[in-house]
């Protein structure tokens, strides 16, 4: 089992640059790929950003140049830096982390965060 607890978001003005914080514990977080998937009303939740634990990374063409995945290991820590903000970026932020074991696919979610984008 992975525990995720996400912070920061809330409500932010266009061109702002907040920073979502991703907090994990349990088993062997490490050992997770992790990601940041978002949710706007009326939409499909979708993968924002993922963060191998080698640190390769992967953005939605919508993000790129704009947000920045990061993971510290020793502290289980994962980050979405988010700048120049658009109102379409609107959505619940959600962290995730999964892995593969064994033809088994393991698959956790943080609560979520809201980040609102307006004047």
């Known amino acids: 089992q992975v525990q995720l607890v996400e912070s920061g978001g809330g409500l932010v003005q266009p061109g702002g640059s907040p920073r979502l914080s991703c907090a994990a514990s349990?088993?062997?977080?490490?050992?997770?790929?992790m990601g940041w998937y978002r949710q706007a009303p009326g939409k499909e939740r979708e993968l924002v950003a993922s963060i191998t634990p080698g640190r390769t990374t992967n953005y939605v063409d919508s993000v790129k140049g704009r947000f920045t995945i990061s993971r510290d290991n020793a502290l289980n820590l994962v980050e979405l830096q988010m700048n120049s903000l658009k109102p379409e970026d609107t959505a619940v932020y959600y962290c995730n982390a999964q892995r593969w074991s064994l033809g088994i696919k393991y698959n956790y979610w943080g609560q979520g965060t809201q980040v609102t984008v307006s004047s």
């Open positions: 349990g088993s062997s977080p490490t050992g997770y790929n």
